[in-house]
């Protein structure tokens, strides 16, 4: 019984039934949509509903195999065959007239032929997985662990990939500033078009560009168009487009300078309640080589709280494919007015996961909370 029980535990990871269910449910979910999007399920007219159905079957069959290489294609093909013919039994007589049978399980060979094809594909996953789990670490160091310790505030922030890694990025460090000033403070977030392992490619190369550029202490529109020019070089004709929202904040002044490159409205709510967005800047990185950008100036006093997020949080969505919204989000700023920023991102979070429920996360989660001392 102990062995028994060193085995299921072995299995599952010490998982329960529920857990696993649930777990099984999201993946099934996930795979039906992958090979769904190569169906198309529409009915056309004077066709019947028997062959309707044999086509759509058809679709996905084909959607499954061409995932396949082509030797495994063969392969599944012979397997499928074998376990569909009925197994057979020969006999015959010999010289001296003895009957003698031969038995051939056709089901048996083509379970192993399944096996053997599973066992490639779980080999390419893990592979896959090891290499994706090294590109999580190594954008993982990309990205800051901690809020940097800056004058008049107070700063949280977090990041959900939707997959192993992530198309969104987030920043706040030091730089020189414009105009030989004192040392400004650099605001960054972004959200590269797609998802997976091309978007977070992208992401990196945001990254080393934002890092190289913003070294020079030139305005924030100008280091803005100088990322655009070089986002334009790889965004293949526009369509790897990156939002971004830059800001650069003076401590000594409490000034916020920033550019909204197509990036999801910030939200600044004031001390006593009233709401701005921080909307002005221009279209996203990488659409236009010769885009103009323009900047938006706020000043942050005392209880102001800036909400800077990507569209993973506010179109977050649930089983009823209902989105959490901003509206959400602006109830939650005006309920906790009276909390730090890592307690307000914990409450924001909770109440994300509560409304997303078991629904499987479609985007990339990234959210900067900053409170004005």
Request: charged share 20%; hydrophobic share 45%; net charge negative.
């Amino acid at each position: 019984m102990q062995r028994l029980d060193r085995f299921w535990q072995r299995v599952t990871e010490g998982r329960q039934l529920g857990d696993m269910w649930a777990q099984f449910r999201t993946e099934a979910r996930s795979s039906y949509q992958l090979y769904s999007k190569e169906v198309d399920s529409t009915r056309v007219a004077g066709v019947t509903r028997g062959k309707h159905f044999v086509n759509v079957v058809s679709q996905f069959f084909w959607a499954i195999v061409e995932k396949l290489t082509p030797a495994r294609r063969v392969l599944l093909l012979v397997a499928l065959v074998l376990i569909i013919i009925p197994g057979g039994e020969w006999t015959w007589k010999t010289g001296s007239g003895e009957i003698r049978a031969f038995a051939l399980d056709f089901h048996f060979f083509g379970g192993l032929l399944m096996f053997a094809l599973l066992i490639l594909e779980v080999g390419d996953r893990v592979v896959m997985k090891r290499d994706l789990q090294i590109a999580k670490d190594i954008q993982a160091w990309l990205l800051p662990a901690v809020p940097p310790a800056v004058p008049g505030l107070q700063i949280a922030f977090i990041t959900r990939p939707a997959n192993t890694v992530a198309g969104d990025y987030y920043d706040i460090f030091a730089r020189p500033a414009a105009g030989g000033q004192a040392e400004a403070f650099l605001i960054a977030i972004a959200d590269v078009a797609g998802k997976s392992v091309p978007a977070a490619m992208l992401m990196a190369t945001y990254q080393a560009s934002l890092k190289a550029l913003s070294a020079a202490p030139v305005a924030v529109t100008e280091l803005v168009s100088r990322m655009n020019r070089y986002a334009c070089t790889n965004s293949q004709n526009g369509r790897r487009f990156t939002t971004t929202f830059i800001a650069e904040y003076d401590p000594a002044t409490r000034l916020l300078t920033y550019v909204n490159a197509g990036h999801n409205n910030p939200i600044l709510q004031r001390q006593e309640g009233v709401i701005e967005r921080l909307q002005i800047g221009g279209v996203p990185l990488g659409i236009m080589e010769d885009a103009v950008y323009e900047s938006g100036i706020v000043t942050l006093k005392s209880g102001d709280w800036l909400v800077i997020f990507t569209d993973g949080v506010i179109e977050a969505e649930n089983s009823a494919q209902q989105e959490y919204g901003e509206e959400r989000l602006i109830a939650l700023l005006h309920s906790g007015v009276a909390l730090t920023p890592p307690e307000m991102l914990n409450s924001i979070m909770i109440d994300l996961d509560r409304f997303v429920g078991n629904a499987p996360q479609h985007d990339d989660v990234t959210c900067i909370l900053m409170k004005a001392t």
